[in-house]
């Protein structure tokens, strides 16, 4: 037996105030839709097995699957219900499948959920499983609605609930396992003669069961499978969660927050024991940072590897390498392709793009280091500049271990600097120095006395 799953995903930011799909609006940096297709693939449903409805902002959502995967799509041109939604899926019913339908925009849904709704589905041998929650305020969720001996009978729309029907707490989750077959038959049934004159999707288990059916349900402990996100507000509350559910998980690890003001990081990010972060703190991507240290506060890390007893202060690193014992900041950028080595000190307003930097070396304040490869024990004194780009292409600057480049260099690449070498300040190095040599290139100083300017502008002054 294979399982397929049909991902809802045609609904369009009206309420969110966005001029995007609802489905790409972000929670903790991700799209609400990536959450929903990681749980799949978390419960074994392979990216080929996987349909998505799209419709408002179909090309968005088109090239972010194709990004990830091989995802199969289908337009909902009309937006006419969720039962018209999976209708635009029909392909995706196949004779002997057990088929899952979710909503692209409930990003817990997670793989626990729907292997525990999967099995229940398949143990009972049901034509349809419906997940549900209880909730102490329903809300415009779908209600739950039982025979007198406890029995599903089905679901009703909020709108179209009876005042006692309201009072229901037991509510729809929006998550289904059908059986393809039971499935189809009951969608050329549907009729959309309701309040909102649409096809509801939960119209089909009751058709299931008048039709000799199998019906079931799976009632999730968790509360917040349910939720979605239908404006800012529950957007911002859909961050909340997921942001201290991340931190609860890291505490138990041995992660140390002081305060979690303006920290965010990401549900893929992995942090080790003892290390603290400081508020302001952002990770986000596949970042690993190892024991033992410092990050933040005001840091921003992007798919960044850092080692242990490493201190980040006020840095923004993106697709870098910090090796351990490493102390960084403040106001520090780490561009891609950046690599510090053990030891490594980068001091105030200091800018590293696609170098290699070796262990112990100190690039102290003020200075720019672009595509180059530096050495170990080198030291960088205050404002120098490696010159990478002539405005058509860009060259690297090499620094072999233990050079001293003086304060104010200007070193002009293509350009090597060898082992022991000392560059004097202020010079531009336009050639190659050797090795335990002293460079200087400067140009004359030339003084002319009693300059006739001064005393204009002193004068003026």
Not at 107 to 128: K, Q, W
Request: glycine share 12%; charged share 20%.
């Amino acid at each position: 037996m294979s399982y397929s799953a049909i991902v809802l995903a045609a609904g369009n930011g009206r309420r969110m105030r966005s001029s995007g799909p609802k489905v790409m609006c972000e929670v903790l940096g991700d799209p609400m839709i990536g959450w929903v297709l990681d749980n799949l693939r978390d419960a074994g449903i392979p990216d080929e097995d996987v349909g998505v409805v799209v419709g408002c902002g179909a090309e968005t959502v088109k090239e972010y699957l194709a990004s990830r995967g091989a995802y199969r799509t289908f337009m909902q041109t009309e937006r006419k219900g969720t039962g018209h939604a999976v209708m635009q899926a029909r392909e995706m019913l196949k004779d002997g499948d057990n088929l899952l339908v979710l909503c692209g925009d409930a990003p817990f849904a997670d793989s626990d959920t729907i292997t525990a709704a999967l099995s229940e589905h398949t143990h009972r041998g049901n034509d349809v499983t419906v997940v549900t929650a209880d909730l102490p305020d329903p809300g415009n969720y779908g209600r739950i609605v039982r025979e007198s001996n406890g029995n599903f009978a089905g679901i009703v729309e909020a709108k179209d609930c009876t005042l006692v029907q309201l009072g229901i707490t037991e509510i729809n989750s929006g998550i289904y396992w059908f059986r393809a077959e039971a499935l189809a038959k009951a969608l050329d049934k549907l009729s959309c003669d309701n309040a909102a004159g649409e096809y509801y999707l939960t119209d089909t288990v009751g058709i299931i069961r008048g039709e000799g059916g199998k019906v079931g349900t799976l009632t999730s402990p968790d509360t917040d499978i349910v939720l979605g996100a239908n404006s800012r507000a529950e957007l911002l509350q859909l961050n909340i969660i997921a942001k201290m559910n991340v931190i609860g998980e890291l505490l138990d690890e041995g992660v140390e927050f002081v305060s979690t003001d303006g920290v965010i990081i990401g549900r893929n990010v992995k942090i080790g024991r003892d290390t603290t972060i400081l508020p302001g703190t952002i990770l986000r991507g596949n970042t690993v940072i190892g024991e033992k240290c410092v990050i933040g506060p005001n840091t921003l890390l992007e798919n960044c590897t850092v080692g242990n007893s490493v201190t980040l202060n006020s840095v923004q690193g993106y697709d870098s390498r910090i090796c351990d014992r490493v102390k960084a900041g403040p106001f520090v950028q780490l561009r891609p392709g950046t690599i510090l080595h053990d030891g490594v000190k980068i001091g105030d307003f200091v800018e590293i793009k696609n170098s290699e930097i070796g262990v112990n070396t100190a690039v102290a304040h003020l200075t720019y280091v672009g595509d180059s490869d530096v050495g170990k024990g080198v030291n960088f004194g205050c404002g120098c500049v490696t010159a990478n780009y002539d405005g058509i292409n860009k060259y690297r600057t090499t620094i072999g271990d233990y050079a001293f480049i003086g304060c104010n260099t200007n070193l002009i690449a293509p350009v090597e600097i060898g082992e022991n070498a000392t560059t004097a300040a202020g010079s531009t190095i336009t050639s190659n120095v050797p090795p335990e040599s002293l460079a200087i290139e400067r140009s004359q100083t030339k003084i002319i006395e009693n300059w006739e300017k001064n005393s204009k502008r002193i004068k003026k002054a």
